[in-house]
């Protein structure tokens, strides 16, 4: 498995007095030198042996970036379900523009996207190699695309 941190006990020369070892995570896109530093370093054992993550930890937190994706979804079918609302009540007093009448395929095309991929993120822990290596669905594009169906 590929790590996207390591956990380490470190121990700053300015702080060392005040705090002594302190817990810090190193990670390759870390926006500090010294974290992608410590992170190299780790990975080629200078440290000591990296263990890899236990199955319940990895479990964790692909459920918790699953739950995070499907929060965003279910934010943005919510969204996209008001837009519809008050649409479809503009059309039905007559109220609504043309540009207005034009869009309600381009949103129900979205809705469904985002529905889709909400699915598809519920549905990972069927998906072969789960939780340690699979692949994540795709997200619908943001700003979404529509393309009409060709007539």
């Known amino acids: 498995m590929t790590h996207t941190y390591i956990n380490l006990w470190v121990l700053f020369a300015e702080f060392k007095d005040t705090y002594g070892e302190v817990p810090f995570s190193a990670s390759p896109n870390d926006s500090a030198a010294h974290g992608v530093d410590l992170f190299n370093r780790a990975l ?73 991929y909400r699915v598809r993120l519920y549905l990972i822990d069927t998906l072969p190699g789960y939780p340690r290596k699979f692949d994540w669905p795709v997200a619908p594009a943001q700003p979404f695309v529509y393309v009409p169906p060709s007539e």
């Open 44 to 116: 080629a054992g200078e440290f000591g042996p990296v263990l890899e993550p236990t199955e319940e930890a990895v479990l964790q937190q692909v459920t918790s970036q699953r739950n995070n994706l499907s929060s965003n979804a279910t934010y943005r079918i919510h969204s996209l379900l008001d837009e519809l609302d008050i649409l479809q009540d503009a059309i039905a007093m007559n109220l609504a523009t043309e540009e207005q009448l034009k869009s309600v395929p381009a949103i129900n095309a979205e809705l469904y996207a985002f529905r889709l």
